[in-house]
């Protein structure tokens, strides 16, 4: 069984789309992230919910916007997509705020 | 704000061999946790292991260790008798034991294990 997944794993698409990726935990979690690791693998994180609400929000383009419509899911929709938004962008998900995270694989986000 | 440094951007070392990821970071706190993660080149993370600072006994998860050492600010990771497999990028990472408990990453180290 997948503990968190993430779909799509690939996605290609030019400039100027909008796209979205989604996230699913099966682990029972209060707490989900999204996080965006560029090409030299470092890694940002980008916004978390807990029980549904907003507790980090870091400066990232408000092309970004992310939605979690119960504690299970959380998506993250990119708008006007840009050259810049290439990466691999992670979903992660842990038990409370102060627990470990478990990632899922990853989508990679190709922008042409 | 805290930091984290990871120095060594590379290594490699031969199978069956002990190898040592540094890490150092830099905060005011004294209730906190670091934790090292491993990306393989699937991609995936993968927690490696969990330490909480206020306990001054050192992780172990298997052939993976860590040397704690909390007035220095230090958090190596030891991995025994390596194996191909451990192949991948290591991670390490603080949180504050407060607000939002977001992780500070480290920049990474590639850990190259050869045959």
């Known amino acids: 069984d997948t503990a968190v997944s993430q779909t799509p794993k690939y996605l290609v698409t030019q400039m100027g789309n909008d796209k979205s990726i989604k996230c699913e935990q099966n682990?029972?979690?209060?707490?989900m992230y999204w996080y965006k690791q560029d090409s030299k693998k470092f890694l940002k994180i980008m916004f978390s919910?807990?029980?549904?609400?907003?507790?980090i929000n870091e400066t990232v383009p408000n092309r970004f916007s992310p939605k979690s419509p119960d504690k299970a899911h959380l998506n993250l929709h990119i708008n006007s997509l840009e050259l810049g938004d290439s990466a691999v962008y992670f979903c992660?998900?842990?038990?409370?705020?102060?627990?470990?995270?478990?990632f899922g694989p990853g989508t990679r986000l190709t922008v042409t | 704000a805290q930091t984290v440094t990871q120095s060594q951007p590379e290594m490699s070392v031969q199978e069956a061999e002990t190898v040592t990821l540094s890490c150092t970071y830099d905060?005011?706190?004294?209730?906190?946790?670091l934790f090292w993660y491993k990306q393989p080149p699937s991609r995936q993370m993968i927690l490696v292991i969990r330490?909480?600072?206020?306990k001054q006994q050192n992780a172990t998860e298997n052939r993976f260790s860590v040397n704690f050492q909390k007035a220095a600010k230090s958090f190596s990771l030891k991995i025994s008798d390596s194996q191909l497999g451990d192949t991948a990028m290591y991670f390490c990472?603080?949180?504050?034991?407060?607000?939002?408990?977001?992780?500070?990453w480290g920049a990474g180290t590639k850990l190259i294990i050869k045959p």
């Open positions: 905060t005011s706190e004294s209730n906190y946790y």
């Open positions: 919910y807990n029980n549904k609400e907003l507790i």
């Open positions: 992660a998900s842990s038990q409370s705020p102060s627990y470990e995270q478990y």
């Open positions: 682990l029972g979690h209060d707490t």
């Open positions: 990472a603080f949180m504050k034991y407060a607000s939002n408990y977001q992780l500070i």
């Open positions: 330490q909480e600072a206020y």
